[in-house]
C-alpha cells in the first residue's frame, strides 16, 4: 500500500530563520494515489503580526489567527496525520518543508527529515521545460477546475495539488479502474475460466469429399497433413 500526504501550508512570509512562522495547514491522504477522504486542516496563531503583504496572499489577518492554536499546540495531531508511512508531497516542497520543520525543532518535536518527499513544482519543470509551472498555471494545462482559489488556502490548494499530482503521474485512469488492476494481478489459476459448449457443424458426404480434394491440390504444406 502506497501512502502520501499531499500538502500546503500558509505563513506570515518567506523565511522561518528570519522570524516569519505557519499560519495555516492543509493535507489529503491518498492511498495508491487515489483520495481516502481523510483530511487535516488548522488553522495557527503565529503569535506575531502577519504583515499586509502575507494578509493579501491568503487572507488570514492576525485578528483572525488570534484566536486559533499555537503550533506547538497542534503539531501531535498533525504528526499523527502523517504518520510513519507517510510520503510527503509538496509543491515547492522545500519552502513547505522548511517552515514545518522548523516549527517541530523549535517546539520539541521530531522533525520529517527521515520521510521521503516529493517535489511537484521538480516533477513540472521536467515535464514542461520552461513553461509556467505555478499550480494556477498547472490547473489550467490540466483543465481543473480552480475558479474557487481566488486566496491561497491550504487545505483547498492541497485538494487542487493532488489532483494536479495525479496527472503529472500520467492522469487518474490506470488506478480508477480497481477490478481491471485486481484481474491483471491475478493469476491467470485463479481466475475462473467460462467454459463454452463445443460446437458440431453437419455437412454432407459430398461436401466433405469436395473439400478434401481442395485441400490436397492446393495446400501441400500444412501441419494437419503431416
Not at 63 to 91: C, R, T
Not at 94 to 121: A, C, P, Q, R, S
Request: hydrophobic share 40%; glycine share 6%.
Amino acid at each position: 500500500m502506497l501512502r502520501e500526504i499531499v500538502f500546503d501550508t500558509e505563513t506570515t512570509g518567506l523565511s522561518a530563520e528570519q522570524g516569519d512562522r505557519l499560519v495555516e495547514i492543509g493535507a489529503i491522504e491518498l492511498i495508491n494515489h487515489l483520495p481516502t477522504g481523510r483530511t487535516y486542516h488548522q488553522y495557527i496563531n503565529p503569535l506575531r503580526e502577519v504583515p499586509e503583504d502575507a494578509f493579501k496572499v491568503h487572507g488570514l489577518s492576525t485578528e483572525f489567527l488570534q484566536n486559533y492554536p499555537k503550533f506547538s499546540d497542534i503539531a501531535k495531531d498533525f504528526l499523527s496525520f502523517v504518520g510513519d508511512d507517510g510520503i510527503l508531497v509538496a509543491h515547492n516542497a522545500g519552502f513547505d518543508m522548511g517552515f514545518i520543520n522548523y516549527e517541530l525543532k523549535h517546539n520539541g518535536f521530531e522533525t520529517l527529515e527521515k520521510h521521503e518527499v516529493i517535489d511537484t513544482l521538480q516533477i513540472a519543470r521536467q515535464k514542461f521545460t520552461g513553461a509556467h509551472n505555478s499550480l494556477d498555471a498547472l490547473c489550467r494545462r490540466f483543465k481543473i477546475d480552480n475558479s474557487k482559489r481566488t486566496l491561497h488556502g491550504a487545505l483547498l490548494d492541497a485538494e487542487l495539488l493532488s489532483e494536479v499530482y495525479l496527472e503529472l503521474l500520467g492522469g487518474a485512469e490506470p488506478s480508477m479502474n480497481f477490478e481491471v488492476n485486481h484481474l491483471q494481478n491475478e493469476p491467470m489459476n485463479s481466475v475462473q475460466k467460462q467454459k463454452r459448449e463445443q460446437r458440431h457443424f453437419l455437412i454432407s458426404a459430398e461436401e466433405e469429399n469436395i473439400h478434401t480434394e481442395f485441400l490436397k491440390q492446393n495446400i501441400t504444406d500444412a501441419v494437419w497433413l503431416k
